[in-house]
């Protein structure tokens, strides 16, 4: 019997690009045993998801090159397996969830297909596999999980799509499961449903799992020990506790440093007139009503973050401010002028003033485009604003700001990671230092540390510029940190609406109460007390319901 369920051994991978040899990975060793849940943890570029593709054998040769080491699974190396012994482990024994769920779900397949699709390729009978992709579509939080089965990628939101690639990962209940940032497009109440789901599957099966995650709040949570990467190497490891309490390396508490929750919370101004006032906002999909006569005003300045799980129609507001989508009553007054009235020229022109940085950047950013093309697009359409003499200087600063290297600029999408390509869409935002920025989750992929450079910047823009936002999160620490106040969402109506520090230290609505109970922080201490109270809830629940029956 092998020492450990999983054991990577002196691993090191380097890319060769045109740039030249790029060191991805640079001789790391750890160990996963059953049942057990290791976490990951690091930046955008520390060599996390190089390491998880080397397990899986999903590191294309060439350009990428697996240099030295061992990656044995129950005592077999599987840099030495043949590629049919592989595709026999992939999906039935590791399993591995992806980052982006959108560039993983297949458009034209519905969702129950593809997930059942997993269990048939290993000989599981079609009757078995849609019973189980029906299970674990229920398990995952799916509203209406037999209608869910025939519907289409595109028809469910992110955080819905992430949980559907969670449910195509377990249903051949596998040894070991690789989650790569799993919850990061999650609503707080889902993504501890989810990390419940997870644990009760390893107390079922004896799953190992690797938790890839720049989130301190999920190490805390769900992991028994972790390792930190930075640069391809692993520069400490240990307990969460032990971490958290006692790092000793510079860039681990650099990274505890910068988690977010901490912060003075900002009091908003009163007496102000609004620049934006929201008024009977309606919206329905073919007799579902998303949004039930929304109310809201915003200030130049200020930042407004809107809250709710998913479904609760915090995107659809956004996209109907912007005519990205036609509301079907109510008005939204820019500057005292009624946006919804406008015509296509004349938002052509308004669109100057309001810029959106989207949920997704895979679907947001051009992919035959460069970074450099992605941003100066903006000054290409608006001429005026900045002389084209200054356009590459101007893009290196975009790019230093959010955290990303001037030479970057003619790489394109797909060369970077997820929180890299949102890092992107952040500075095409910036372009046009425009009057009002709707950011739908656009700091969510981020790494801890990037996160609080780009609301360090944000904020600074803010106070600099008067610029305003709308904040659509899930990441309740950061509204914390960032906003003035809070919108409640839930299902197309608002529930609560107030300050910061109402919202957080004395809410009203029982919804608020528990969006906020769901919420990680990076303090194992803190958080397993938060864990003790949810199941203490979850078991008085249970009581109350053997009562009633």
Known sequence: MADHLLEVRNLSVRFHTTGGVVNAVNGISWHLDRGETLGILGESGSGKSVSAA??????????????SGQILFDGQDLLQASEEERRRLNGKRISMIFQDPLSHLNPVYPVGWQIAETALAHGVAKAEAYARALDLIERVGIPDPKGAMRKYPHQFSGGQRQRLMIAMALVQKPDILIADEPTTALDVTVQADVLSLLEELQEETGMGLLLITHDLGVVAEACDRAVVMEGGRIVESGTPRGLYHNAQHPYTRKLLAAAPGRGEMREPESGRTPILQVRGLRKSYGGFEALKAVDFDLHAGETLAIVGESGSGKSTIARLILRLEEA???????KGEDVLTKSRRQMGGLRRQLQMVFQDPTQSLNPHMSVYDIISEAWVIHPDILPKAQWPT??????????????????????????????????????????????????????????AQVI???????????????????????????????????????????????IFESPHEPYTQRLLAAGLDADPDVQAERRAARRQLARAIGQMADIVQ
């Open 54 to 67: 080397a397990i899986m054998n999903l590191i294309d040769r060439p350009p990428g090159e697996i240099t």
């Open 328 to 334: 079907d009553a109510g008005s939204v007054k820019w």
């Open 394 to 451: 101007r893009v290196a600063e975009l790019l230093e700001q959010v955290g990303l290297k001037p030479e970057h600029t003619q790489r394109y999408p797909h060369q970077f990671s997820g929180g890299q390509r949102q890092r992107i869409a952040i500075a095409r935002a910036l372009a046009l230092e425009p009057d009002l920025i709707i950011c739908d989750e656009a700091v969510s992929a981020l790494d801890v540390s990037i996160q």
């Open 456 to 502: 360090a910047l944000l904020g600074e823009l803010r106070d600099r510029l008067g610029i305003a936002f709308i904040f659509i999160a899930h990441d309740l620490p950061v509204v914390r940190d960032f906003a003035d106040r809070v919108l409640v969402m839930q299902r197309g109506r608002v529930v609560e609406q107030g300050s910061v520090r109402q």
